[in-house]
């Protein structure tokens, strides 16, 4: 079994050598390093910088995928440790360099004494963060070459408790959509404004209107957040801008949702434009999609969780987004979130620069991976 002070030594080195997706240059060549001192078939640069682990027992044909992500965050990290970031404006502040230790635990407990049947395709992620590194690996032919059955990935939650783990069929996790709208308006005088069309004015009936997206447009029982984050105008003290730019985050639990958000937001930007005389432009990118569990794989998931901890296999899906839905969309799949932890910098927000990976919960994430590889594949 893995030594849980090795998974720490690990993940140390990870948190204190922090990379920024599509340069985990180090992060790559440590973990492909290990994985073939486990006896792993190890394959390099898949989407860029990625990783991917092949390991086989017995005979069967029968495949499963595990993945974990291994970019930081361009963040100033604010604890003190020993391990803390040696990258200036660096850190893992989402916890991934405990999510790849954790993964490589498993990966060395399975090769060492795994019982089971099969194939284990162990998955290191590039850019998770960005919403681009799946697609870089799917489009490099991930799954063609490294053929799975099904799909699982795992994040930690701080405020959840050491030892407990949550999933649910269906949606789990939101899709994001960036949007930036611009207003093209007539500028003047501030003392004239009857002589142009102000942008803020018109900027600021959008914003309002939005709002009326999720609380009059959408099913209540439907998820949905519209937040306008940056608002920009070319005006300055006594001059009227004449242009506006608003950028702003959206998420939804489903395509359906996030599609009718596009469209509301479309038609309100058209209707108070039109009333103003002015000119309106939407740009929309959804950059994550929703992140839904194969039904089947959330129930497998579930019972491999609980013989580790504490389970709640019918949780409340969250409106945080990752791109594991590319993986998930490709085959089937569950994403599993397990607690990090209630007090200290283990109980502080995902991307908080006093955040910090809780070393405690290392081994009950590679015993989940290996449960569930043994159970799958029994």
Same mark, same amino acid.
């Given at each position: 079994?893995?030594d849980l002070?090795?998974?720490?030594?690990?993940?140390?080195?990870?948190?204190?050598?922090?990379?920024l997706?599509?340069? &985990?240059?180090?992060t790559?060549?440590?973990?492909?390093?290990?994985?073939? #001192?486990?006896?792993?078939?190890?394959?390099?640069?898949?989407g860029?910088t990625?990783?991917?682990? /092949?390991?086989? !027992?017995g005979?069967s044909t029968? #495949?499963?995928?595990?993945?974990?992500?291994?970019d930081?965050? +361009?963040?100033?990290?604010a604890n003190?440790?020993?391990?803390k970031?040696q990258?200036?404006?660096?850190?893992?502040?989402?916890?991934?360099?405990?999510?790849?230790?954790?993964?490589?635990?498993?990966? !060395?407990?399975?090769a060492?004494d795994?019982d089971?049947?099969?194939? /284990?395709?162990?998955?290191?992620q590039?850019?998770e963060?960005?919403?681009?590194? @799946?697609?870089?690996?799917? !489009?490099?032919?991930?799954?063609?070459?490294?053929?799975?059955?099904?799909?699982?990935?795992m994040?930690?939650? +701080?405020?959840m &408790?050491?030892g407990?783990?949550?999933?649910?069929a269906?949606?789990?996790?939101?899709?994001?959509?960036?949007?930036?709208?611009?207003?093209?308006?007539?500028?003047?005088? @501030?003392a004239l404004p009857?002589?142009?069309?102000?942008a803020?004015?018109?900027?600021a009936e959008?914003?309002?209107?939005?709002?009326?997206?999720?609380?009059?447009?959408?099913? %209540?029982?439907?998820?949905?957040?519209?937040?306008?984050t940056?608002?920009?105008?070319?005006? !300055?003290?006594?001059?009227? %801008?004449?242009?506006?730019?608003?950028?702003?985050?959206?998420?939804?639990?489903?395509p359906?949702?996030?599609?009718?958000?596009?469209?509301?937001?479309? $038609?309100?930007v058209?209707?108070?434009?039109?009333?103003?005389?002015?000119?309106? $432009?939407?740009r929309?990118?959804?950059?994550? +999609?929703?992140?839904?569990?194969?039904?089947?794989?959330?129930?497998?998931?579930?019972r491999?969780?609980?013989?580790?901890?504490?389970?709640?296999?019918?949780? &409340? +899906? =969250?409106?945080?987004?990752?791109?594991?839905a590319?993986?998930?969309?490709? =085959?089937?799949?569950?994403?599993?979130?397990?607690?990090?932890?209630?007090?200290?910098?283990?109980a502080? %927000?995902?991307?908080?620069?006093?955040y910090?990976?809780?070393?405690?919960?290392?081994?009950?994430g590679?015993a989940?991976?290996v =449960?569930?590889? &043994?159970q799958?594949l029994?």
């Open positions: 079994m893995t002070s090795e998974m720490m030594e690990w993940r140390h080195d990870f948190h204190a050598h922090p990379e997706g599509f340069d &985990e240059h180090r790559s060549a440590r973990v492909a390093a290990l994985l073939e #001192s486990f006896g792993l078939e190890v394959q390099c640069g898949v860029g990625g990783v991917v682990g /092949v390991l086989q !027992k005979n029968r #495949s499963i995928g595990l993945r974990a992500d291994m930081a965050l +361009p963040i100033h990290e003190g440790f020993a391990h970031s990258n200036d404006g660096v850190m893992h502040a989402c916890g991934h360099d405990g999510h790849t230790a954790m993964l490589l635990g498993a990966a !060395k407990q399975l060492h795994g089971f049947n099969g194939r /284990v395709v162990f998955l290191f590039p850019n963060e960005h919403g681009e590194g @799946a697609l870089a690996m799917l !489009k490099d032919g991930v799954f063609d070459r490294f053929s799975v059955d099904e799909v699982y990935g994040h930690n939650i +701080p405020g &408790e050491v407990s783990f949550a999933t649910r269906g949606p789990i996790c939101a899709s994001e959509a960036l949007f930036e709208i611009e207003i093209s308006a007539q500028g003047g005088h @501030a009857h002589m142009g069309v102000d803020i004015v018109v900027g959008i914003v309002s209107a939005l709002q009326t997206i999720v609380s009059r447009k959408l099913n %209540p029982s439907l998820n949905g957040v519209v937040s306008i940056e608002f920009e105008t070319d005006g !300055k003290r006594n001059v009227l %801008p004449g242009h506006a730019v608003l950028r702003g985050d959206a998420r939804a639990l489903s359906e949702v996030n599609s009718a958000i596009e469209v509301r937001m479309r $038609q309100i058209a209707g108070v434009c039109l009333a103003h005389g002015v000119a309106g $432009q939407v929309y990118d959804t950059i994550f +999609p929703s992140v839904i569990n194969d039904v089947v794989a959330a129930q497998d998931g579930t491999a969780a609980r013989q580790v901890g504490a389970v709640n296999g019918s949780c &409340e +899906p =969250k409106l945080f987004s990752e791109d594991f590319h993986f998930a969309n490709a =085959k089937r799949g569950c994403f599993m979130l397990m607690g990090n932890g209630v007090s200290g910098s283990h502080r %927000p995902l991307h908080s620069a006093d910090d990976f809780n070393d405690e919960v290392l081994g009950l590679a989940f991976w =449960k569930l590889v &043994e799958q029994a």
